[in-house]
């Protein structure tokens, strides 16, 4: 009896002990597995058409849909100086109607290929993405045959994309995130073809069908575009559909003249633009650096490291620890003549004031005192993991294709990710965040003035604008 | 380990047995294996190394349906709660983790499921299981977590009920179509429930509802299947199975009757109104005309409502939204309508009826249907696009049906419906005397 209590007594302790040394791991985090390789699928490029057209070919036997894209080398800076917004006015009416078939036509063609069609209009170029089941790759080439060589430059087509834009406009300027982005530009970029991005409304008015005929006949032209195809469809295949529908379109002589270099502005200013009834206000801060200036994969560190996401300092510190901003990111942008880093902020109207000056105060520590190794790991562990996490999403894969073909960036990029990642050292971060920041940034603030004003009142000097980008008046503290 | 003791022959029996392909074939089906450990909790696994990265969802069978009067908004609550700490991670770090290795997470809840999911890169999966697992066991819910998750959610409904117009409305409408509580109250709840909810309220919901044998793990993406499976093992194997659910829904008391009311909203700047049909479902294969029928009259710029109320020349309304809904057995058929001014209110509403009347007196035409069916494949194909979207795919399907080894084939389905099948379900389900209609006015 006693043996069999004690027998009974060591098999408790045993599984107690067995139970408790099973759940330890509960106690930690498990560490990683090695990383696997990123094995992402290679981009074809065919040599150029007779008329000089390029296409590339994504193969992907994955995707039950294909993507066609056609880059156009003109974007909004290629717009004429005394019509600025002409590249996305062109790239609205050729995709709008054709000659042949009107605008609720296509709309209804698109979505009987369970398809969609997206324009969009960057600084260097027009890019138009269609993505259609795939089985209907013939028909969506032939629509976008027809919108190339066969476009609808009536005045009712135009005026109908007048009329549309002018309303899309209206809605985006009631959004004080888009009314900022819109002035960072313009200021930024000042005197630089890329201030065109940030064109006015009231510019629609003055969009005409012999500025567009212009900027069609120059940049919608076989040997300044390229077409993508992302499916599953071989090269040889791809380059017979697209000779067939598209051989008839004419090249010509290409003559871009080099945009002048970019220079940011000299001094610190800040700005405000009242967005009327906003239910809440935004500061977006930015500077600006010429193309050869900065290595990109170390500036996207300094950026991770300072507002990347929910963990990066500008959240951290606004959000997390000071209570001022629900949200608080910087990213960098890359285009042909230069890149553009900005903060952008989300914040209570109470706290504007200090809000500039915690995001000033992180600037100027970022380009004052080297960073952590560990945090620079972190940042680098983050952009690591993300890449293959976003480009699932076939929307961000698309997107970062087409960079790659526009800004001619080597068809081997994606390969070089990791490596150029996993190569920035913190030297080269402390040197990107100097550069970066070398002249002081521009900060601009938009939100209803009626819930601001005593706040703008904080400020040692405000700029006043209005929503076409014209300076109204200055508001100085010591005149209060 | 239950797949230990069959061992590894045995094991892959009961997988190919199980449903390694439970899809029919066709060329967009993917692969996945299922098997259910000791505790309970569903497991299905779906591989596919097109990139190196993984998701994880948990789902668990509880939604505002699991509900009971005085108690709304506790299923959303729980949700809230459930990132406010478990007994090895601490308040926030579960966002933090995946956050730093470069992954996404997100969670929602419905009426009948609740989950929670996250990407990240595949050689981070064991780092997911551990905390989903440790807060599935071990959540610590405690009167300062629910105080402060209490306090997010009554911000939000403040902000919501003062900036968004008709949502009062919305609420009124559906409990009009969907008549009892469970089906028609709002997810997040009422104010009052919420501010008298007890920290008991929320652990009993939690020990009841968040538990393996309520539950269901889907990994889908780059993993190697019997790592994988030891790992899920060693996580979640020891997690005490929970008592049985006793839930068991309201049977349906289809009601048809013609129901019309007006109410005005403060906030709401043009008149309004709501129309819907309940949908009984009469017949097994009515729910995939019935797909069908709604992208012909809603979906797209080009659906036949659409054009219209929202042409491009002809523009009476200022906006439109609506289309078929599900809550667990419940079906409707819901459009929502802001008139582009005072004076065409009625006119929208009769371009409806005379939209539904069309569909009921000619066939669509051959080119219509193939347009809806392509949207609806299109879309389809959408919800399984990446990893995340399967292995939501993957939840969803397993929570509403209980078992994956039936599940219908619904692409096919669907792209098999006749022209007649659209006419018949027209004629079935959009009668004036089965519609219910919400009237909203400017105060």
Redesign the interface.
């Known amino acids: 009896m006693k043996k069999s209590r004690v027998l009974l007594g060591f098999v408790l302790w045993a599984v107690a002990l067995s139970l408790a040394g099973q759940e330890r791991f509960r106690k930690a985090p498990p560490p990683p597995e090695p990383r696997q390789e990123l094995k992402l699928p290679s981009i074809e490029t065919s040599p150029p058409l007779t008329n000089g057209l390029r296409v590339s070919v994504i193969f992907r036997d994955d995707l039950p849909m294909m993507i066609l894209q056609l880059i156009i080398q003109g974007g909004e800076s290629s717009s004429p100086e005394r019509s600025a917004g002409t590249a996305s006015f062109a790239a609205h009416v050729v995709t709008r109607s054709t000659q042949s078939r009107s605008a609720s036509d296509i709309e209804e063609f698109i979505e009987s290929i369970g398809g969609s069609l997206s324009v969009s209009t960057m600084e260097d170029f027009t890019l138009l993405t269609f993505r259609f089941l795939d089985d209907y790759l013939d028909q969506a080439l032939e629509l976008l045959g027809q919108m190339i060589l066969k476009p609808d430059f009536s005045e009712k087509a135009i005026k109908s994309v007048k009329s549309i834009l002018t309303l899309d406009y209206l809605g985006r300027e009631k959004n004080p995130e888009f009314v900022a982005y819109r002035h960072l530009i313009r200021l930024l970029f000042k005197n630089h073809p890329y201030e065109k991005m940030g064109f006015p409304r009231e510019a629609i008015t003055n969009w005409n069908q012999k500025d567009l005929l212009e900027f069609f006949d120059r940049y919608y032209r076989p040997n300044n575009a390229h077409l993508i195809l992302t499916g599953s469809i071989p090269m040889r295949m791809a380059t017979q559909k697209v000779s067939r529908v598209l051989n008839t379109w004419q090249q010509a002589e290409l003559s871009q003249k080099p945009f002048p270099p970019i220079t940011p502005p000299q001094k610190e200013k800040i700005c405000f633009i009242d967005v009327p009834l906003a239910k809440y206000c935004v500061i977006y801060l930015g500077t600006v650096f010429p193309s050869d200036d900065l290595d990109p994969s170390s500036l996207s560190v300094v950026s991770q490291v300072l507002g990347g996401t929910m963990n990066s300092r500008l959240f951290m510190n606004l959000r997390e620890s000071k209570g001022y901003a629900y949200f608080a990111f910087s990213q960098a942008e890359f285009s042909r003549s230069g890149g553009l880093f900005f903060v952008r902020a989300k914040v209570a109207p109470e706290f504007i004031y200090p809000s500039v000056q915690e995001i000033l105060k992180e600037i100027r520590k970022i380009t004052r005192e080297p960073i952590a190794i560990s945090e620079i790991d972190q940042a680098k562990s983050y952009l690591i993991g993300n890449f293959p996490v976003a480009i699932e999403q076939l929307g961000v894969f698309s997107e970062k294709i087409s960079e790659i073909m526009a800004y001619d960036r080597g068809n081997d990029y994606w390969n070089k990710y990791y490596e150029q990642i996993l190569l920035v050292s913190p030297e080269k971060v402390f040197t990107a965040a100097q550069k970066c920041f070398l002249q002081p940034p521009l900060v601009v603030i938009a939100g209803d003035k009626s819930v601001l004003t005593n706040r703008l009142n904080e400020f040692e000097s405000i700029d006043v604008y209005d929503s076409k980008g014209i300076r109204q008046y200055t508001i100085n503290k010591e005149k209060q | 380990m239950f797949y230990k003791k069959i061992g590894v022959a045995g094991l892959a029996i009961v997988l190919a047995a199980g449903s390694l392909l439970s899809q029919a074939p066709n060329?967009?089906a993917f692969p996945f294996s299922q098997y259910k450990l000791k505790n309970g909790l569903q497991v299905i696994l779906s591989e596919?190394d097109?990139?190196?990265?993984v998701s994880v969802a948990v789902a668990y069978r509880v939604g505002s349906l699991h509900e009971l009067p005085g108690k709304s908004g506790l299923a959303y609550l729980m949700e809230n709660m459930m990132f406010s700490g478990s007994?090895?991670v601490p308040p926030q770090q579960h966002?933090?983790?995946i956050?730093?290795?470069?992954?996404?997470l997100n969670a929602s809840t419905s009426e009948d499921m609740s989950t929670f999911y996250q990407?990240?890169?595949?050689?981070?999966?064991?780092?997911v299981l551990?905390?989903e697992?440790?807060r599935m066991r071990f959540l610590e819910i405690t009167e300062d977590s629910l105080e402060a998750t209490r306090k997010d959610l009554l911000d939000i409904m403040r902000q919501r009920r003062t900036?968004d117009p008709y949502l009062e409305n919305q609420f009124s409408f559906d409990q009009l179509l969907y008549m009892d509580f469970p089906y028609s109250h709002p997810l997040l709840g009422s104010e009052d429930d919420l501010r008298t909810l007890t920290l008991d309220d929320v652990k009993n919901f939690y020990a009841t509802y968040y538990v393996p044998n309520n539950a269901v793990l889907c990994i889908t993406g780059?993993f190697n299947k019997m790592k994988t499976m030891e790992l899920v093992a060693?996580?979640f194997e020891?997690i005490p199975r929970g008592k049985d659910s006793s839930f068991v829904p309201a049977p349906y008391k289809y009601i048809k009757k013609q129901v019309i009311k007006t109410e005005e909203d403060s906030l709401a700047l043009a008149p309004a109104f709501y129309m819907g049909f309940r949908l009984p479902l009469f017949a097994p294969n009515d729910i995939y005309s019935l797909t069908i029928l709604d992208y012909i009259l809603m979906r797209?710029?080009?659906s036949r409502i659409m054009?219209r109320l929202l042409?491009?020349d002809n523009k009476i309304a200022y906006q439109l939204s609506g289309g078929i809904e599900k809550r667990r057995d419940r079906c409707a058929f819901k459009i929502f309508v802001i008139a582009n001014n005072p004076y065409w209110i009625n006119q929208c509403q009769n371009a409806v009826f005379s939209e539904l009347d069309k569909l009921k007196t000619a066939f669509p035409s051959d080119?219509e249907l193939?347009?809806a069916k392509?949207?609806f494949?299109?879309d389809y194909?959408d919800r399984i696009?990446?990893?995340?979207d399967k292995a939501i795919f993957l939840c969803e399907k397993y929570i509403a049906l209980g078992n994956l080894d039936a599940m219908p084939l619904e692409l096919e389905k669907t792209m098999k419906v006749t022209n007649t099948d659209v006419v018949t379900v027209a004629h079935r389900y959009f009668t004036t005397d089965n519609s219910v209609i919400l009237n909203v006015r400017t105060k």
Request: proline content about 4%; cysteine-free.
């Open positions: 060329k967009y596919d097109s990139l190196p990265v007994a090895d966002f933090n983790n956050n730093r290795v470069g992954g996404k990407t990240v890169p595949s050689n981070q999966l064991a780092l551990w905390m697992s440790d900036a780059n060693k996580y020891t797209g710029r080009s054009r042409g491009l080119a193939i347009k392509n949207m494949k299109r194909l696009a990446t990893t995340l």
